[in-house]
């Protein structure tokens, strides 16, 4: 792990013993430069040992930023701590941010807070690893609060490995794990904390948590702070530098998220990034001391301009739209707008808090606050209560279609084996087995001549018998009993209604 002594810059150059070197140093450089007037060559020759003594001398050289390495000749009075042990000197014009900081080493700091957030870390620390700035001037900062998963276990795992990884220039700086609940009681799931009633509380304590991790965490050697959720899913590696080369005090991208196919693909995250409106500034009017404006209810309607809306996804991700509100999944800030002050109100400031309200306050301390509609990072989907409905709902429709898949399957196998398909014979052999049958139907008696029959006797008796029987019941003759039986009528006397070969 790097060290941070290793930044302490420069403090020691002048002392009494070496001020005839830095005189000498001095007449060399002024020599030098009337040299260079005349000629350059000449001029080389003589600076040459100058740039070497001062690199000699300075005690962190590598780590000395472009301005400040120069800084000897503008600014010849330092004082000397040498003979005070403990004694650490910084010069605060050092650390401003710089557009280019990945060329001037300037180090940030990066902050993450942590809430049960094991899930996520391992995807985290993979984009981390990618990062292309500079890992070695990035110091990492997380708190980790009110977990009840082992966010701290699955943090220190990671960490170890990206710190024992072969290629130094891979490892990050400083790595400092603060640790503090505040007795937050909302449930970290989607619904839970995206709740209405929810929000107040939670942004509030939220800041509270921020204002702890950045105020024990930021040294004077950052030039940057930058802010970033861990559940982050799709960032470009070079998020730093895309940020830093605007040149902004406090800048943030666009925030979506990615849905499932179901929801309609992807949709805007983040509304807390946004431009005020005469609405909001009207809502607000109207509200309790203590309130807090939260965007994306309908109990609050501001008519604001959101980043997230403004995108085009052919815009130029180098757009910039200036903002009052900001949101808090990836902030970039010069470290001077936490020095001077601005913080994440954890109270009511113009009716918002965390990090809205933090926009709103390094705006009126004349900061600029900007967003870029049209360079988008993607926060994770997490199914809200209802979503998780509908999806149980839809693995439900999903298993009902396939059990009625396998029953039609079933039956199409059961038809196959159990019955001959014989439409087609029967088209073929209607024909000859309908010319058989009389079509003048009851019109005709039928006589069937039993004749030959060897009991022809009994059944000649029978006939009769029956015959009588059926005259007697007004049957056979066409007039019919009821009239509810016609065709019973129609049969021909010779034929016993009850005829059963078997039997008779
Ligand atoms: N230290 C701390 N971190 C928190 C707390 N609540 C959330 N976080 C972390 O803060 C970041 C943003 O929280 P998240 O719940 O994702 O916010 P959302 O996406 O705006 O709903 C994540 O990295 C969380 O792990 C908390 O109470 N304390
Ligand atoms: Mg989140």
């Given at each position: 792990m790097e060290h941070i002594k290793r930044f302490k810059l420069k403090h020691t150059l002048i002392s009494p013993t070496t001020i005839s070197i830095a005189g000498t140093l001095l007449t060399l450089y002024f020599l030098s430069k009337f040299l260079f007037s005349i000629s350059p060559s000449i001029a080389n020759i003589i600076t040459f040992p100058i740039t070497l003594i001062s690199i000699i001398f300075s005690p962190s050289s590598s780590t000395i930023s472009e301005s400040s390495s120069t800084s000897i000749f503008l600014n010849p009075y330092v004082p000397n701590f040498r003979n005070n042990p403990g004694v650490e000197f910084y010069?605060?014009?050092?650390?401003?941010?710089?557009?280019d900081g990945w060329q001037k080493n300037d180090r940030i700091l990066f902050c993450v807070p942590l809430r049960d957030a094991a899930e996520h870390l391992p995807m985290f620390f993979d984009h981390l690893n990618k990062m292309s700035y500079p890992h070695n001037s990035i110091d990492l900062s997380f708190l980790v609060s009110d977990s009840s998963d082992d966010t701290m276990g699955v943090l220190l795992s990671n960490l170890q490995n990206a710190q024992s990884?072969?290629?130094?220039?891979k490892r990050f700086g400083n790595i400092e794990i603060f640790e503090k609940d505040f007795g937050q009681v909302i449930g970290q799931s989607f619904s839970d904390r995206h709740g209405f009633a929810a929000q107040g509380p939670r942004r509030k304590l939220m800041a509270r948590a921020r204002n702890w991790l950045g105020s024990v965490a930021?040294?004077?050697?950052?030039?940057w702070v930058y802010w970033r959720d861990v559940d982050v899913e799709t960032i470009p590696r070079t998020i730093m530098e895309d940020l830093m080369h605007h040149d902004k005090d406090v800048i943030v991208p666009n925030v979506w998220r990615p849905l499932p196919d179901w929801l309609g693909n992807i949709q805007p995250y983040d509304l807390n990034s946004w431009k005020e409106s005469e609405g909001g500034l009207q809502l607000a009017d109207t509200l309790g001391e203590d309130d807090v404006i939260v965007e994306?209810?309908?109990?609050?309607?501001?008519?604001r301009s959101h980043l997230a809306y403004m995108?085009?996804?052919?815009?130029?991700?180098e757009d910039e739209m200036e903002l009052d509100g900001i949101g808090g999944v990836s902030i970039l800030a010069k470290a001077k707008v936490f020095r001077t002050g601005s913080h994440f109100p954890a109270f009511s400031f113009e009716k918002h808090a965390e990090t809205e309200a933090f926009g709103k306050l390094s705006r009126k301390m004349n900061y600029n606050v900007i967003g870029l509609p049209h360079y988008v990072i993607w926060h994770i989907y997490e199914p809200s209560k209802e979503d998780l409905k509908h999806m149980a709902w839809m693995a439900e429709e999903e298993k009902r279609k396939l059990e009625e898949e396998k029953l039609e399957e079933f039956y199409d196998k059961i038809w196959e084996i159990g019955f001959d398909d014989v439409r087609e014979d029967w088209e073929t052999e209607r024909d000859s087995i309908l010319k058989n049958i009389d079509f003048k139907g009851s019109e005709n008696d039928i006589f069937v001549d039993w004749s030959d029959d060897p009991e022809n006797e009994n059944n000649d008796k029978a006939n009769k018998a029956n015959s009588n029987q059926n005259a007697k019941n007004g049957q056979?003759?066409?007039?019919?009993?009821?009239?509810?039986?016609?065709?019973?009528?129609?049969?021909?006397?010779?034929?016993?209604?009850?005829?059963?070969p078997d039997k008779n």
């Open positions: 010069d605060l014009a050092n650390y401003q941010g710089n557009k990884q072969q290629d130094k220039s930021i040294k004077p050697y950052h030039s994306g209810y309908p109990e609050y309607a501001t008519w995108r085009d996804p052919n815009g130029n991700p056979g003759n066409g007039e019919g009993a009821s009239g509810d039986n016609p065709g019973q009528a129609q049969y021909p006397k010779e034929v016993p209604l009850e005829f059963d």
